[in-house]
């Protein structure tokens, strides 16, 4: 075993045991988090104080980036052909951005970059070709009104400063960069990453209806991830992103953290929603489960049904089991979702980014 593979495991340890102490100790009220619901109505304007303005899509060709530029009052064209160091350097920044901002729910915003790039992929449709990454059309509504992507303005907006720094990278690539920094920064598995997505216009918007619905269960869940194109056991692998952050009240309505590590990729979520006892919580929200011993975590209507479901339930039990197989089997599937109906160029090479924490 390595010495970094070691240290990744302590780290793991160490931190699951400290969340765990102060979840037991501490009263729900001072976990939950405020704020009110934003939406995205727009694409973020460009400043006409910027020295690059960048022309989103206009020329794309294996990842590269066409802008126009504005100095000295000359206005003239360039095209950017990046390097896998310049996604590295973009990768970097990310990671950068998620170490020195802890302001953000239990300290990180690893999981909200997680779900802004799940979000934007998950809209895919196999019959039809539509939605997916490419596009980025969350930027506009009424896509970034949608219910499911509550909330997400935050994490649009935390990359916002990234793509300023590199005007070349397309949305639609650095909200996937900014989910692949998020699983790794949080001591979870490698995820390669190909370049070449190019953003949409609002015509491009998907319908509503085509995230999963947390109050629903294994049947909904089907619909939705077999029209993507996966099968049940692809379905609870991505599940385990619920290892990660929590529920609001503003947004989905549903309040809470599914386990004590919210800003650490573990199987725990399987664990805890094996082994734990649930039940239904008393309040005035919508129906969910809290855990019976600390009464601080929760679950889904959504990740129960996964215990009901005969194809489904023995996957989280070998995933409860095993933290690398569960690895393996996260990171091919994120893999996927991140990739649907993207037009990579046959000769596109995958970038594995080095973590920061390595």
């Not at 100095?71 to 390097?83: D, I, L």
């Not at 019959?127 to 509504?141: D, H, L, W, Y």
């Not at 609001?248 to 664990?271: E, I, Q």
Request: charged share 25%; proline share 5%; net charge neutral.
């Amino acid at each position: 075993m390595s010495a970094s593979t070691v240290s990744r495991q302590f780290a793991r340890a160490a931190l699951r045991t400290t969340a765990r102490n102060t979840f037991a100790t501490s009263s729900r009220q001072a976990f939950r988090q405020g704020g009110r619901r934003f939406y995205s109505s727009e694409s973020p304007k460009a400043s006409s104080t910027s020295p690059f303005i960048y022309l989103a899509g206009a020329a794309v060709a294996g990842g590269a980036g066409f802008y126009f530029y504005n100095q000295g009052g000359s206005v003239g064209a360039k095209v950017f052909t990046p390097t896998k160091d310049d996604y590295q350097k973009v990768y970097n920044e990310i990671a950068k951005r998620i170490e020195e901002h802890d302001e953000y729910d239990d300290g990180s915003y690893g999981p909200v970059l997680l779900r802004l790039a799940w979000h934007a992929s998950g809209t895919y449709d196999k019959e039809t070709g539509t939605g997916g990454s490419n596009g980025a059309t969350m930027r506009f509504a009424p896509e970034g009104d949608h219910g499911a992507n509550a909330g997400l303005k935050h994490a649009r907006d935390f990359l916002e400063p990234v793509k300023a720094k590199f005007p070349w990278i397309s949305y639609s690539d650095l909200w996937i960069i900014g989910g692949v920094a998020a699983v790794q920064e949080m001591q979870g598995p490698v995820i390669p990453f190909r370049p070449g997505r190019q953003d949409r216009d609002a015509a491009a918007c998907t319908p509503d209806g085509r995230l999963p619905d947390g109050a629903k269960g294994s049947n909904h869940l089907r619909d939705i991830f077999f029209r993507m194109g996966f099968n049940e056991q692809e379905i609870v692998a991505l599940a385990g992103a619920h290892a990660l952050g929590r529920c609001h009240t503003d947004r989905s309505g549903f309040d809470g953290p599914w386990t004590f590590s919210p800003t650490v990729l573990t199987n725990d979520y399987y664990s805890l929603l094996l082994n734990e006892k649930w039940q239904f919580r008393k309040w005035d929200g919508p129906k969910q489960y809290e855990d019976k011993t600390t009464k601080s975590l929760m679950m889904l209507p959504a990740d129960y049904a996964l215990l009901q479901d005969k194809a489904m339930k023995p996957w989280v039990e070998k995933y409860a089991k095993d933290n690398d197989l569960f690895f393996k089997d996260f990171a091919a599937v994120v893999t996927k979702l991140f990739e649907l109906g993207v037009p990579f160029k046959q000769d596109t090479e995958k970038i594995v980014f080095t973590p920061t924490n390595a």
